[in-house]
């Protein structure tokens, strides 16, 4: 191909596309695109450190930090501090969390096969491919 970079904003674009679907689909449900990446991980282990979250997700401490402020003000967190450590601040996610998590899975289950059901396997193995392979390659 001549121009690489068109290969990128092709990728840029079909990943924004992808997120303001998860965004409008989410929204429906007043839920917000930005707990996506922290209640993964929450529903997966309680008592998760804030530290590990940043780890995880691979965002800034402050984005941690304030996403889970806001999620603590709706009721879909609980922050609690350590018992040996006063330094380090546990989070668990609430019942109402734990339903977030579900329907932010079943949500973007709905969206991803609307995108992906009209290709074959063969050409989803395809693209998995190749987008493991460009992952790999540029890290």
Same mark, same amino acid.
Not at 83 to 95: F, H, K, S
């Given at each position: ?12 674009? =079909? ?52 996403? =889970? ?63 493991? $392979?460009? $992952?790999?390659?540029?890290?």
């Amino acid at each position: 191909m001549d121009n690489p970079t068109k290969v990128a904003e092709l990728i840029a674009k =079909l990943s924004k596309l992808h997120e303001n679907c998860v965004r409008e689909e989410l929204a429906k449900q007043s839920l917000r695109v930005s707990y996506r990446s922290l209640l993964s991980p929450l529903a997966d282990k309680d008592g998760v450190t804030q530290l590990d979250l940043v780890r995880i997700t691979g965002l800034k401490p402050p984005t941690v930090s304030t996403t =889970l402020r806001v999620m603590e003000h709706h009721g879909y967190v609980e922050r609690v501090g350590d018992d040996n450590d006063a330094r380090i601040i546990r989070v668990n996610l609430t019942e109402k969390g734990r339903k977030a998590n579900e329907q932010m899975r079943t949500a973007t289950t709905k969206l991803d096969t609307r995108f992906f059901s009209v290709y074959s396997d063969e050409e989803l193995e395809q693209l998995y491919s190749l987008l493991n $392979i460009f $992952i790999e390659r540029t890290k």
